[in-house]
């Protein structure tokens, strides 16, 4: 086949896009799954609904994305139920199968499989943004460059991703409003604030003076 790929890393960090852009560059239509989709309450069902995305992607030709792969590669030590490792076994075999390009997303990459990880031809890790794009995004966004407090403040969103930006950007446009560059920031440190990583930092307990 034409390969397999796992993009991983943090949600809004660009895979789906790379994805988008590979199969725009092969001149082939990407077909996108989620997990969810191929999912079924029905014993035997879910691994026919598999088989049938290889096969559809196939037929068309098409670059094949599974995003949220890792409800099906995730590793068979970890499975608590018979169906979970026939799923696994079923993904890898149409893995095998599979003569066009599939590309994985996940986030959630330490959870794979180890047979899943072999069969990747590249495993390519998406991070947040450094802060130089972090400030570039900001510039591109407002059409000025931040201050040097805002330009700070930015500094400190260390798991700040593209797709932060595109969620303040869409809130802007649903209010229907021309946000100031503070007004953008201070989204932005909102969206930063509920990343779970982000959450998983703040120390437990309760501050003085907190009842």
């Known amino acids: 086949g034409l390969g397999t790929l796992c993009f991983h890393g943090p949600p809004g960090s660009g895979k789906t896009a790379l994805a988008e852009h590979i199969a725009a560059e092969l001149q082939r239509p990407l077909m996108v799954r989620l997990a969810s989709d191929l999912m079924s309450k029905y014993v035997g069902e879910t691994e026919q609904n598999m088989a049938r995305m290889f096969e559809a992607a196939a037929a068309e030709g098409a670059v094949l994305l599974l995003d949220e792969a890792d409800s099906f590669l995730r590793s068979r030590r970890m499975a608590e139920r018979h169906y979970e490792v026939s799923e696994v076994n079923e993904m890898l075999a149409g893995m095998e199968r599979h003569a066009g390009l599939f590309i994985c997303t996940t986030n ?40 040097e407090p805002q330009a700070d403040r930015l500094r400190a969103l260390d798991a700040l991703t593209l797709g932060d930006f595109a969620a303040v950007r869409q809130q802007a446009e649903i209010l229907g409003e021309a946000l100031s560059p503070d007004e953008f920031l201070t989204l932005l440190e909102a969206e930063h604030r509920v990343k779970p990583d982000v959450r998983q930092r703040r120390p437990m307990g309760f501050r003085k003076g907190e009842a």
């Open 108 to 147: 959630a990459f330490d959870d794979l499989d180890e047979a899943a990880l072999r069969r990747f031809s590249f495993k390519i890790r998406f991070k947040p943004l450094r802060p130089d794009q972090r400030l570039t995004m900001f510039e591109r966004e407002l059409g000025l460059p931040p201050d």
